[in-house]
């Protein structure tokens, strides 16, 4: 059974940076595709960044391409989110995921998932 835990969420101002990592265990992390979802309040849950097995390819919705990046070490077994440039509408619940399987962007694809860090961007 994979384990997932994420860190590194908080309170930023608009425009500032911050990187969440999320700590995989109980799996083997080289046949496991690692993705980013975040939840804002009142809304579903949506795909924000994705990466491959092997880290050479890297997926992002249109609403933070440019701005966020996702990358993974596989000699500590986790998988990071930088983000830059944020914006008041970045506020959320960001949950890192796992799946055994080929990239989806579909949150009902992926089997793992961590318990969620929370983002606030102020403005």
């Known amino acids: 059974q994979v384990q997932l835990v994420e860190s590194g969420g908080g309170l930023v101002q608009a425009g500032g940076s911050l990187r969440l990592s999320c700590a995989a265990s109980g799996g083997t992390f080289g046949s496991l595709v690692m993705g980013w979802f975040r939840q804002a309040p009142g809304k579903e849950r949506e795909f924000a960044a994705a990466?491959?097995?092997?880290?050479?390819?890297?997926y992002y919705a249109d609403s933070v391409k440019g701005r966020f990046t996702i990358s993974r070490d596989s000699s500590k077994n986790t998988v990071y989110l930088q983000m830059n440039s944020l914006k008041p509408e970045d506020t959320a619940v960001y949950y890192c995921?796992?799946?055994?399987?080929?990239?989806?962007?579909?949150?009902?694809?992926?089997?793992?998932w961590g318990q969620g860090t929370q983002v606030t961007v102020s403005s």
């Open positions: 995921a796992a799946r055994s399987a080929w990239y989806s962007k579909e949150l009902d694809d992926y089997d793992y």
């Open positions: 990466v491959s097995r092997t880290g050479g390819n890297t």
